[in-house]
């Protein structure tokens, strides 16, 4: 089996920063915010986010706050509770939540959700499952999650769940594992797992591994390495990751790998990108490769970091 | 600034523009060449042969993949400006109640709405997924509350679709000018019916887009009992003829559930004869997903939804005997269950006997139709209880998994639970 080299990917992180000026990029400019996120709980994964400088990061954070407390991809752009989540989580890795004012932007979450528990991404009322779990885990890495009516917030997850255990992003939706990890994770977060039928949710979640090792994401789908971390810490959140062949997973996350250039692709062989390499070391992480942080597969974060939340105030 | 005026300027003088594509600068040449040197057309004026740049005709735009970098900052510049502008002055607007200068105001605001919308078209198609410009031209349009404007923002998300097919955005826009035009316009359903048919026809480039179905079960909601079996036996038919596409079958299902959910509200009229008419619904689709399995060899779509009609049916034997306790009733349902069962187990057989080992797909219809079994007896609680079939299949499920998919083996310890094998 190759090995990761995590030195290639470090650097490849580091020049993505300052690569700002190709079609390519400006195309995704709008989703800088998510791009910092990935980027940055990868360094932290592997140890170096110290290769940062925090403050001027922080700085450009804030600046793509609204007065409504939510944030958006990049300043001058709408806010959006997408790049809210990424904002927080980012200020949670350099622990600087102290910047914000908390108040603020657990207003503008509540604000979003609806009567009937869901929740809109920003005011324009567009409603997906993704959204409700961006709302309850920020709110709980806020440590203000009573603000929303957590009931209904559950019910309306549960309300998505499909006759094959899976979830889609609103009631009758395809089942997708991105959509499933959002909701587990949401179920998690306010212990509301006892809903889930865990064997049926796991065998849908474990029939996604393919015969190379790969998981796909739906049905007869291709394997792509982000599925490696959607289906498998949902694995882990309902107990049944041993329901997946793990070493064949890491396997297939290892030979997506660019060894030379650094980065991550979705399949071996294809192009790298941030998104990808982010999610091929968070799943490498949850399959305990050594070197690696541990993640929390609830929070998408390192778990150093949810225990300084929750355990030193 | 230049480009953008060229791109805005076409864009202006051709709004029946269906196609856009980036073009590699050498491929101009060649685009040249097949459409003659017959430049005397003045609307292909500038734009005709000599541009290396843009290149319109028959409402298909072409932009060369050497000017998009400097055309998207332009753009970007450009709609930055104009919506600081339109959202200072509106807001201004939107504070003062009256005013000698207000008509003068609000003239100038229209026209930095029409910049807005300029420059948000224009970036659109270069970077389809910049939230911030559709959500401008959401702000712009909500003001003005005309159809034939919200018209316009479909005509242009389709753009946008029909080479982005993925497109988020797009696909939200969508939702969000059927809800604003929802019960205001009686073309309501008609629009419905078209959006429908656009999801059919990206699908059929874009196979298994989540984002287009996704969006066309969320028509479902708005549609008629009648409307949904239409788009029923639509459906039906496309899936036949794509059968890895479990998004279409996924949409199958969210139509009969609806059809199931809408008939339970009824309130007047026959509920009994919707029930049986429901019912002709799954047994159609369980004869088609059988003829579908024997054709198309392991399939993993067609069994997955096979599963779900196995639901249904028993669904539908245990509501119709209902909650009985009678012991003549209960007998007559579980006969039905029986020979549902069983025709299950012979379809088991059938599919699990490889013919050859040359390709993989009798192999995988063997692992499918085994652990489609496994997952019928170990999930649903009626066939729980039947042992007798259980017991005889127990043993050959076992061995066709580990000859087929020895990873999967441990599923078959959920047979286990009742410790009789």
Redesign the interface.
């Known amino acids: 089996m190759g090995e990761l080299a995590a030195d290639k990917h470090v650097e490849y992180i580091l020049s993505v920063e300052k690569r700002k ?3 390519e990029s ?2 995704m ?3 800088r915010m998510n791009g910092v996120y990935w980027g940055l709980t990868t360094l932290d994964l592997l140890g170096k986010l110290n290769a940062v400088n925090a403050d001027e990061v922080i700085l450009w954070i804030m600046k793509c706050q609204h007065e409504s407390g939510g944030f ?2 990049n300043i ?3 806010p ?1 509770i997408l790049y809210t989540l990424s904002a927080v989580q980012v200020l949670v890795l350099f622990n600087k939540l102290d910047v914000l004012d908390i108040d603020n932007v657990a207003t503008y979450i509540t604000r979003l959700q609806n009567e009937d528990g869901s929740f809109s991404g ?1 005011k ?3 409603v997906d499952t993704r959204f409700s779990y961006i709302a309850i885990c920020c709110l709980s890495i806020l440590r203000c999650l009573d603000k929303i009516n957590v009931e209904k917030a559950v019910n309306y997850i549960l309300s998505c769940k499909n ?2 255990g899976g979830f ?3 009631p ?5 594992a991105g959509q499933i990890f959002c909701c587990v994770g949401a179920l998690a977060i306010t212990g509301s797992l006892h809903h889930v039928d865990k ?2 949710l796991g ?1 849908w979640l ?2 996604r ?1 393919v015969k190379s090792g790969g998981l796909n994401g ?4 291709l394997p792509d390495v982000c599925y490696s971390w959607w289906v498998l810490s949902s694995l882990i959140m309902i107990d049944r990751v041993h ?1 997946i ?1 793990n070493e064949k997973l890491v396997k297939f996350i290892l030979d997506c790998q660019d060894v030379e250039n650094g980065g991550i692709s979705d399949r071996p062989d294809d192009a790298v990108d941030v998104f990808h390499t982010y999610f091929g070391v968070a799943g490498l992480s949850l399959l305990k490769y050594p070197g690696l942080k541990a993640i929390d597969p609830a929070y998408a974060l390192p778990v150093d970091v949810i225990n300084g939340i929750f355990f030193s105030r | 600034m230049d480009l953008l005026n060229q791109l805005e300027a076409i864009l202006e003088s051709d709004p029946l523009i269906d196609e856009v594509g980036f073009i590699h600068p050498s491929q101009f040449v060649i685009l040249s060449k097949e459409c003659g040197e017959s430049g005397d057309s003045s609307e292909d004026g500038a734009f005709g042969p000599r541009n290396t740049k843009f290149w319109n005709r028959d409402h298909k735009l072409g932009i060369s ?1 050497e000017v ?2 400097p055309l ?2 332009a753009a ?1 510049s450009a709609f ?1 400006d104009a919506m600081k502008q339109y959202k200072t002055l509106s807001s201004l607007l939107d504070n003062k109640h009256e005013d000698e200068n207000i008509t003068n105001g609000s003239l100038s605001c229209q026209s930095f709405a029409s910049e807005v919308m300029k420059h948000s078209r224009a970036l659109l198609l ?2 389809c ?4 410009a559709w ?1 401008s031209r ?1 702000l712009v349009v909500s003001k003005k509350q005309q159809l034939s404007i919200f018209m316009d923002e479909l005509l242009l998300s389709a753009l946008v679709l029909s080479y982005s097919p993925k497109s988020e955005q797009a696909w ?1 826009h969508r ?2 000018v059927i ?1 604003m035009i929802a019960g205001k316009y009686s073309t309501l359903q008609e629009i419905i019916a078209k959006e429908s048919e656009l999801v059919e026809k990206i699908a059929e480039r874009s196979k ?1 887009n ?1 984002r287009a ?2 969006h066309r ?2 028509l ?1 909601s708005y549609m008629t009992r009648e409307q949904m079996l239409h788009e029923l036996k639509k459906s039906r038919d496309w899936a036949g003829l794509h059968v ?4 279409c079958f ?1 949409y199958c ?2 139509l009969m ?2 059809i199931s959910e809408i008939s339970c509200c009824k309130q007047e009229g026959d509920n009994s004869s919707y029930d049986v008419e429901n019912y002709q619904v799954v047994k159609e689709e369980l004869d088609l997903s059988e003829v579908l399995i024997k054709r198309y060899v392991g ?3 067609l069994w ?1 939804h096979r ?2 009609l196995t ?1 249904l049916t028993i669904r539908h034997l245990t509501t119709k005997h209902g909650i009985s306790c009678h012991f003549e009733q209960k007998t007559s349902m579980d006969n039905e269950i029986n020979i549902f069962l069983d025709n299950e187990s012979c379809l088991l057989d059938y599919c699990s006997t490889i013919q050859d080992t040359e390709f993989e797909d009798f192999k995988a219809q063997a692992m499918h139709s085994a ?1 489609y079994f496994l ?1 019928l007896i ?2 649903i609680p009626q066939f729980r209880e039947i042992e007798l079939q259980v017991k005889l299949k127990a043993g050959n499920l076992k061995t066709i998994l580990q000859n087929t998919c020895p ?2 083996f ?2 078959s310890d ?1 047979s286990d639970l009742n410790g009789s094998f």
């Open positions: 000026d190709s079609f400006v195309v400019d709008h989703l958006a991809g001058g752009h709408d959006h920003d324009w009322g567009e006759l094959d889609g992003c609103t009758s939706g395809e089942s997708h064997d049926l065998w474990c029939e591994q739906r049905p007869e789908k329901w062949d | 993949t998009l970098l998207c900052k970007k930055m270069l970077s997924d910049f939230g911030t959500n959401k939200s939702r969000w809800k298994m989540y179905w996704n079960c969320w479902v890895a596409d479990n998004s996924h299902r969210r559930l609806g399939r993993e779509a997955l599963r779900f639901l652990i997952w170990t999930q990873e999967r441990f599923l959920f």
